[in-house]
């Protein structure tokens, strides 16, 4: 299966009551962009996600049951975190718009795919920066709200966490007097990964 089958074999199944569409397409967006990376031997389906066997097999049973033998292997090794995916999460739980199971799933994910070098609307496989703020802005709407100044997510996430320590990581107190502002709030363009990767296939065709 190409990622894009993948994606809509995801998304095009039942989903629960609780599992509405723009939080089905998310979760078929990360675990697409997994699959293709397991397949291309960049990581496995958990390394990817950043969910052990267990909590994979929970996700997929609930939202994706028709496509749980497609992520979930016997041989699937729980991944390994760093400290700073730890810290993220760990953020993510503490900021959950309600608490929810759902969420407690999303955190790690999230954590994960922000080790990425790009984007994290990118890593994530959305379309667009707009999709994450969307996603953000409804299940860790604290963060949301802090983040005022419409800051680049990975960036906000991790000074965030720099703050918190004291601004022991940052290089300057305040955004204001820090070299790296363009870095943080210019404009996150480019082009999903997801289509990209549809686009590469097209072509080697």
Known sequence: MTTEEVYHYLVSGSRPNDCDEFDGHVLGSVLALAFYEAQTGQSSIGGAVGLDRPDLSRLLDKFFPHA?????????????????????????????????????????????????PNHLWQDLGLQDRGELSELMTKHFAPLAARNNKDMKWKKFLYRTICRDTGYA??????????????????????????????????ASA
């Open 68 to 116: 749980a033998a497609l992520f979930v292997k016997d041989d699937e090794a729980a991944p390994t975190r760093s400290a700073d995916e730890i810290t993220l999460i760990d953020l993510l739980n503490q900021c959950g718009t309600t608490g929810s199971p759902f969420e407690a799933l999303l955190a790690p994910m999230i954590a994960r795919r922000a080790q990425r």
């Open 169 to 202: 990581l940052c290089v300057a107190p305040s955004c204001g007097e820090c070299a790296d502002f363009d870095h943080c709030f210019n404009e996150e363009t480019g082009e999903s990964f997801l289509a990209r990767i549809r686009r590469d296939v097209e």
